[in-house]
């Protein structure tokens, strides 16, 4: 029983309550509503005389204006501001939002607008003991009759006659300054804020450009990895195709030489079209070498100049010459004779049955010089040559 009666009480309370309550205004999320919930939210702080708090929500309104399209709710927001600034002796900052306001007095109540304005001026200018235009400024707003309001013509002729008495409202010294110190430190805090969204807003840019390069950075890398891969495959079966033309039995040095040239063009492409350089040199240098012996052996075949070849074409040739003649290559290599370039070069000019006047000619030296390679060769053990076979 004493349950139930507690539970009733409870429910007739919050009903009592709910019907009492007060129905907040609902503010659109625009600049519009943001700023006129704050214009009434410094009427409600000056309705309980908290003048610092009005003007922070005044000044906050004024930070939202910029995106209003509604020319009344700037009017209100620069006169309120004005207003403050008129009753609390920042007489000078008053009349700059005057002005501002009167930017603004533009829509259907622009009578009422207007005279608000210049009762505003006259009473600074009032203030300020500046007699004479404040006589004229509420000349201005009696034209306006009868197209205002009732309160207006009351402080009209409240005005007129404490503007004919010289009277003047008194004013603490002290209170102009503390007004103007609540916008200058309101207006810094903004000032400071905006700064500190900037860094923000920069740091972010910074986050997102360093992300950005990363991310390139890697992409970069991926794709270079996968050229680098993509170019070794193409010069392995490059390699092999050397490795097999030379390896056919009815193959001319002629067709070699064209065939090792048309690839070395192909190796010149790929290395054009990679961005980096190549990491298989390996495989670029046996190819080279394989070339190399070709263009030597060419050159012996055709019987030309051979004055300028040396050890590297030596090389060459035994090299190359394992995929001709492997038993003539195991000679030319047999560490047992440890032939010199040009005995090298003269072996293979025997073994093709070139005379002595050929060889000295192709070597550009004398038949004495000949004789003396002869010479070495037979304390060597090497007499005689069997003819060269067909592919040299």
């Known amino acids: 029983m004493k349950q139930s009666n507690i539970i009733i009480t409870f429910i007739i309370c919050a009903l009592c309550i709910a019907c009492n309550q007060r129905q907040v205004p609902k503010y659109p999320a625009t ?48 006169l309120k501001i004005a207003h403050l600034n008129a009753q609390n002796g920042a007489y000078k900052v008053a009349t700059d939002y005057y002005k501002k306001a009167e930017k603004y007095a533009n829509d259907t109540k622009r009578n009422h607008h207007l005279a608000d304005i210049y009762l505003g001026r006259a009473f600074v200018y009032a ?19 009868p197209r205002i309001r009732k309160d207006q013509e009351k402080q009209i002729a409240e005005l007129k006659e404490r503007i004919g008495k010289r009277q003047m409202i008194a004013v603490s010294s002290d209170k102009d300054a503390e007004i103007v110190h609540i916008q200058d430190r309101y207006e810094t805090t903004l000032a400071q804020r905006n700064m500190l969204e900037q860094r923000l807003y920069f740091s972010y840019a910074i986050i997102g450009l360093l992300l ?40 001319t040095i002629d067709e070699m030489k064209r065939a090792i040239d048309e690839r070395i063009a192909e190796i010149e492409k790929l290395k054009n079209r990679n961005i980096t350089k190549p990491n298989n040199t390996k495989s670029i240098d046996s190819i080279e070498n394989i070339k190399i012996g070709i263009d030597a ?61 050929e060889k000295a000619e192709m070597f550009c030296c004398s038949n004495q010089a000949i004789r003396s390679i002869k010479s070495r060769l037979s304390k060597k053990g090497i ?5 060269i076979d067909d592919k040299i």
């Open 31 to 78: 600049a519009e509503g943001i700023t006129q919930m704050r214009i009434d939210s410094a009427a409600y702080y000056l309705s309980h005389h908290n003048t610092r708090r009005a003007m922070i929500q005044l000044k906050a309104a004024e930070k939202h204006l910029p995106n209003v399209r509604t020319d009344s709710i700037k009017f209100n927001t620069y």
């Open 127 to 145: 203030q300020t003991k500046q007699w004479k235009l404040a006589t004229q400024t509420i000349a201005k707003a009696e034209k306006l009759r």
């Open 212 to 251: 950005l390069a990363a991310g390139i950075i890697a992409w970069f890398k991926r794709y270079i990895r996968k050229q680098e891969a993509h170019y070794n495959q193409q010069l392995m079966e490059i390699e092999a195709n050397i490795c097999q033309t030379l390896n056919e039995k009815n193959t």
């Open 297 to 357: 052996l060419c050159i012996l075949k055709k019987g030309e100049n051979i004055s300028q070849m040396g050890r590297k074409e030596q090389q060459a040739i035994m090299a190359v010459m394992y995929n001709l003649d492997y038993e003539f290559a195991c000679f030319l290599n047999n560490p047992r004779f440890a032939l010199t370039p040009k005995e090298t070069f003269f072996c293979v000019m025997e073994r093709e049955g070139r005379n002595d006047d």
């Open 383 to 387: 007499n005689t040559f069997s003819t």
